[in-house]
């Protein structure tokens, strides 16, 4: 089962390759908000746990794994050819603290645990 969620602040950083830039994503499902890293949001694309999505006007654009020539990997909408400026286009926050678990952890968890990793 696959869940979906709309990022609506990416963490950013200085990063002179746009790729690098991002750091994080974060949203709220319900009275839930969730905050997953770059490496965290590829690991539950891969394997199916998340679906996330960036709103463009009236569309959802799907986030995707992009890969540099080196197989560096990060993230990217359906749109985004060689950089995500889709992502980046979106307002920034830094986390303050280390994000608390949430019921979004612990479901990435259970399917985790189920799925036999």
């Avoid at 709309?6 to 949203?27: A, N």
């Avoid at 794994?65 to 830094?94: I, M, R």
């Avoid at 949430?102 to 259970?110: A, E, F, K």
Wanted: glycine share 6%.
């Amino acid at each position: 089962m696959t869940f979906s969620l709309i990022v609506k602040l990416v963490d950013k950083c200085d990063h002179p390759l746009p790729h690098r830039r991002i750091r994080g994503i974060s949203g709220e499902t319900g009275e839930f908000q969730w905050h997953h890293t770059q490496a965290e949001a590829i690991a539950h694309i891969e394997a199916n746990l998340f679906d996330y999505f960036v709103r463009k006007d009236s569309y959802n654009l799907r986030l995707v794994v992009g890969q540099t020539p080196d197989g560096e990997k990060y993230l990217k909408t359906v749109l985004d050819n060689g950089t995500p400026s889709h992502l980046l286009e979106l307002p920034g926050s830094l986390p303050t603290e280390a994000p608390k678990p949430t019921v979004l952890h612990s479901l990435s968890y259970l399917a985790k645990f189920n799925s036999g990793h």
